[in-house]
């Protein structure tokens, strides 16, 4: 069976990363399979623990680092966050297309260490319309906001070390774009 895909998927907070992924996930013949990573920080209402992420406490995250249990790790805007390898590769042997949805830091760390990992950079239309977004989401206070904000200038700057990036200006059909970007690798 051929391997399955490494898919780096990067953005900054409030492009919109997780609703184009909601999309992606719905075309079947992409075959894709989301990697559920380790975070220290608190869960938002909605989230569940082992789908969205494992929530772990800061000694258990640092345990997982000493035994070598993480594909890439990062810290963002004071939490710690983590893809557990393990699972990626037994997804990806089970012929599965992993998607890592990660910030930039551990998205380098990817590419550094799998030459053959896919990136995929999703840009906001502009910064300004990302504020209104970050603001209007309500899940974090003001502190966390200007985090946030602060962390996705910088991000921003690292979309031309991605594979491709894409413009999400309307949803589908930013999830449109990428589907087929992916479904001609998938099919190469
Ligand atoms: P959030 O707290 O909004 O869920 O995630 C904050 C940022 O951390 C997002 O950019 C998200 O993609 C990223 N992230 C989530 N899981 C991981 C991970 O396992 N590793 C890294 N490096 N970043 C992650």
């Given at each position: 069976?051929?391997?399955?895909?490494?898919?780096?998927?990067?953005?900054?907070?409030?492009?919109?990363?997780?609703?184009v992924r909601?999309k992606l996930?719905e075309y079947?013949?992409?075959?894709?399979?989301?990697?559920?990573?380790?975070?220290?920080?608190?869960?938002?209402?909605?989230?569940?623990?082992?789908?969205?992420?494992?929530?772990?406490?800061?000694?258990?995250?640092?345990?997982?680092?000493?035994?070598?249990?993480?594909?890439?790790?990062?810290?963002?805007?004071?939490?710690?966050?983590?893809?557990?390898?393990?699972?990626?590769?037994?997804?990806?042997?089970?012929?599965?297309?992993?998607?890592?949805?990660?910030?930039?830091?551990?998205?380098?760390?990817?590419?550094?260490?799998?030459?053959?990992?896919?990136?995929?950079?999703?840009?906001?239309?502009?910064?300004?319309?990302?504020?209104?977004?970050?603001?209007?989401?309500?899940?974090?206070?003001?502190?966390?906001?200007?985090?946030?904000?602060?962390?996705?200038?910088?991000?921003?700057?690292?979309?031309?070390?991605?594979?491709?990036?894409?413009?999400?200006?309307?949803v589908d059909k930013c999830a449109k774009e990428i589907r087929?970007?992916?479904?001609?690798?998938?099919?190469?």
């Open positions: 069976m051929k391997k399955g895909l490494l898919i780096i998927y990067s953005g900054p907070s409030g492009v919109g990363k997780g609703t909601s996930f079947p013949e992409l075959n894709l399979e989301y990697s559920i990573s380790m975070t220290t920080r608190s869960i938002r209402p909605g989230e569940i623990d082992g789908k969205d992420y494992f929530f772990v406490s800061q000694e258990r995250f640092d345990e997982a680092i000493r035994n070598d249990e993480l594909l890439e790790h990062a810290s963002f805007v004071n939490h710690s966050y983590g893809t557990p390898k393990s699972y990626v590769e037994k997804l990806r042997n089970e012929g599965k297309n992993v998607v890592l949805e990660i910030e930039v830091n551990g998205s380098m760390q990817v590419m550094e260490k799998c030459k053959d990992a896919i990136s995929i950079f999703i840009l906001p239309p502009s910064l300004e319309e990302l504020e209104n977004r970050i603001r209007h989401r309500g899940t974090e206070e003001e502190k966390s906001i200007q985090g946030r904000l602060e962390k996705a200038r910088i991000e921003v700057g690292y979309a031309s070390k991605y594979t491709k990036a894409f413009i999400n200006d309307d087929d970007f992916l479904y001609e690798l998938i099919n190469k």
